[in-house]
């Protein structure tokens, strides 16, 4: 009988990451949404090409940040393939070019064809490839910066054209500067969580800084539309700046 080969998997806050060999690595994320689209009974409203495009983001954000680059995109809808199923898929697919990839290279995935639905629903997997030494994970240490880039925004307040929020360009900007130690798309959890969630996987803590009274910490940050990075606090303001997204240091990590 032939043994079965079972790679070391490993959770990293919202990513798997299985070890291909000793130089490769699949980072697997996901996200999904529900009650908000186009549909009779959704409680937020939103075209399906929206709906798509954030749903997306969000799992293309987290595969990014800690250094994967998508090969596979899966498409679960919980809608009838056309038209909301199509719409959403438009979505889907042009949040996949803004990496310069063809979606039908990468994108598939599958729709309810056999019962009418009244909300909307749909769940996006996103698998990339990642090279281990690229892996931003366990890079943190005492006297680096932890900062907020974009702000924090969920529901109705979310558009496509925000200049508030951060998207994958953003995130490609800060993957080009090395200095960047560690990347966290905020999402429903709040800033707060998420940053200390971070740090205490590394038994640090956070120094925090006087925090301006219109940004709130434990606010769900919706379909990922801010990001905590870390590293050199001055590396951290000039990558910011090349991104023209709102910066704000929010602290340093210092060993409990």
């Given at each position: 009988?032939?043994?079965?080969?079972?790679?070391?998997?490993?959770?990293?806050r919202d990513t798997t990451v299985i070890d291909l060999?000793?130089?490769?690595?699949?980072?697997?994320?996901?996200?999904?949404?529900?009650?908000?689209?186009?549909?009779?009974?959704?409680?937020?409203?939103?075209?399906?090409?929206?709906l798509g495009r954030f749903t997306a983001r969000v799992a293309l954000l987290e595969v990014l940040a800690v250094g994967?680059?998508?090969?596979?995109?899966?498409?679960?809808?919980?809608?009838?393939?056309?038209?909301?199923?199509?719409?959403?898929?438009?979505g889907v697919a042009d949040e996949i070019r803004v990496l310069g990839i063809e979606p039908g290279d990468i994108l598939t995935g599958s729709a309810e064809k056999n019962i009418?639905?009244?909300?909307?629903g749909v769940g996006i997997t996103v698998i990339g490839l990642a090279e281990k030494s690229a892996l931003r994970i366990?890079?943190?240490?005492?006297?680096?910066?932890?900062?907020?880039?974009?702000?924090?925004?969920?529901?109705?307040?979310?558009?496509?054209?925000?200049?508030h929020i951060v998207d994958l360009k953003t995130a490609c900007v800060l993957l080009?500067?090395?200095?960047?130690?560690?990347?966290?798309?905020?999402?429903?959890?709040?800033?707060?969580?998420?940053?200390?969630?971070?740090?205490?996987?590394?038994?640090?803590?956070?120094?925090?800084?006087?925090?301006?009274?219109d940004i709130d910490l434990r606010k769900s940050a919706g379909p990922s539309t801010c990001l905590l990075i870390m590293g050199d606090p001055a590396a951290l303001r000039a990558a910011a700046d090349k991104t023209g997204k709102p910066f704000l240091i929010l602290g340093g990590l210092y060993k409990i």
């Open positions: 009988m032939r043994q079965s080969i079972i790679p070391i998997t490993r959770r990293h060999d000793r130089n490769k690595a699949l980072v697997v994320a996901c996200d999904s949404a529900g009650a908000i689209g186009p549909k009779e009974a959704d409680v937020i409203p939103v075209p399906g090409y929206v994967g680059w998508p090969v596979c995109v899966v498409n679960t809808l919980c809608v009838e393939p056309r038209p909301t199923g199509e719409e959403i898929n438009r009418p639905t009244a909300q909307s366990g890079r943190l240490g005492e006297g680096d910066g932890i900062a907020l880039l974009g702000r924090p925004k969920v529901g109705s307040e979310v558009t496509l054209d925000d200049q080009d500067d090395p200095d960047i130690r560690e990347i966290v798309p905020v999402g429903s959890r709040g800033i707060f969580d998420e940053a200390s969630s971070l740090a205490g996987l590394y038994g640090l803590q956070i120094s925090w800084r006087e925090i301006p009274p």
